[in-house]
């Protein structure tokens, strides 16, 4: 039913860049076998997902939405697919994103971008765009996503899905293709809190295969959503970040954002406003720390190892080679990027950008420390506007890199946070986020209020 609806409207959405029928339908019918034969199953037996193209899966397909690697089959599954597999997932395919995660709108993808299925002249956001337009188009009731500075969060809060950034090292990176090591993220996407949680506690846990992954029990999300779903929220307490809404938001956003807010203390919890004076640096920092780590992580792309090869005709030299296929394969943005990055890193930059870029990094964790002294959850809108019309952000790096106000704090921190539909903008009709963020291994809370509220 899934691969008939993605036939009847991904033309229009295009939310996938690679269907794998074939291999989709051979893990369903291991299923229907596995239970003709009476034997165990997994949680999420039958259960399809759409996979986000940076993901490595073995024998299929994986671009990162880059010319660079066009072609590439990985020999190996990643943790995240390996997990799901023993689950009983049924993997329909590969989604598009922004080339190599670094967007917030999939236009940066090199195959098209994917359209909003809310209005199919908006953007779905990204770089997770198209696990999030699946989704919501029913194409697929879970999806994978990664966050680096909010790649869940934004595309499930302009989707009207759920989107959950697990906190870092909850979920491995083995088989993740790097952008931002010390930011990356894998995450779920669904239509409900519930269905998230189930697909969390599906893909995470401790994997040694990543030196960063955290050695404890995941904690309890699925039990904390069926909690949540009770409706009652007494003696939860609330943070409202008093930096991440007012000016500048769009008054739909912020209409439905503070109704959002009135429904929580309905439901029994306490509600204050909270100060984090160290926020309004974030974006900064974020966009001196990800360029940085992008372009050390991409200087793997030399044409040696991986994917594109161009100028390999005899008459050029391995440096020439190299710097030919850097040239083709890689899109404006992630060029954006790596020279950025590059200049932070270099010898004589590298304390005023990127050494003041960590410096900003600490003071943002001790802001949610302390506010996490005073409360269990932060919340506030994922997203200063809804979804904007494809093309209007295109040419202002910095009007794009904006989504990310509200999102980025938390990667910075290495923190849990989630978005899920809060209504529709009375603006414009479309779907509105609402963010919830907790300490680095309480992503239960996340679970436990977005259940309450959704
Ligand atoms: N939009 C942000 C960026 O362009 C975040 C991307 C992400 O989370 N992968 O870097």
Known sequence: AHLDRIGAVDGAVHAFLHVDAEGALAAAREVDDKRARGEEQGPLAGVPLALKDVMAQRGVPTTCGSKMLEGWRPPYDSTVVT?????????????????????????????????????????PGGSGGGSAAAVAAYEAPLAIGTDTGGSIRQPAAVTGTVGVKPTYGGVSRYGLVAFSSSLDQAGPCSRTVLDAAL???????????DSTSIDAPLPPVVAA?????????????????????????????????HEAVDLLRELGATV?????????????A??????????????????????????????????????LTRAAGFGPEVKRRIMLGTYALSSGYYDAYY????????????????????????????TPTTAFPLGSKL???????????????SNLAGGAAMSLPCGLSPDDGLPVGLQIMAPAMADDRLYRVGAAVE
């Open 83 to 123: 997990r799901l597999r023993a689950a009983g997932v049924v993997i329909l395919g590969k989604t598009n994103m922004d080339e190599f995660a670094m967007g917030s709108s999939t236009e940066h993808s090199a195959y098209g971008a994917t359209h909003n299925p809310w209005d199919l002249d908006r953007i």
């Open 199 to 209: 697909l969390h506690e599906a893909i995470g846990g401790h994997d040694p295969r």
């Open 225 to 257: 959503a069926r909690e949540g779903a009770q409706g009652r929220l007494d003696g939860v307490r609330v943070g409202v970040v008093r930096e991440l809404s007012g000016e500048g938001y769009q008054p739909g956003v912020e209409q439905r954002f």
């Open 272 to 284: 204050t406003e909270v100060s984090c004076p160290h926020f309004q640096y974030a974006l900064s």
């Open 286 to 323: 974020y966009y001196l720390i990800a360029p940085s780590e992008c372009s050390s992580n991409l200087a793997r792309f030399d044409a040696m190892r991986y994917g594109l090869r161009v100028g390999d005709d005899g008459e050029h030299s391995a440096e020439e080679v190299m710097a």
């Open 355 to 382: 050494g003041s870029a960590q410096k900003v990094r600490t003071l943002i964790s001790r802001d949610f420390a302390q506010a996490y002294e005073q409360v269990d959850v932060l919340v506030s809108p994922t």
């Open 395 to 409: 040419e202002d790096p910095i009007a794009m890199y904006l989504n990310d106000l509200c999102t980025i704090p």
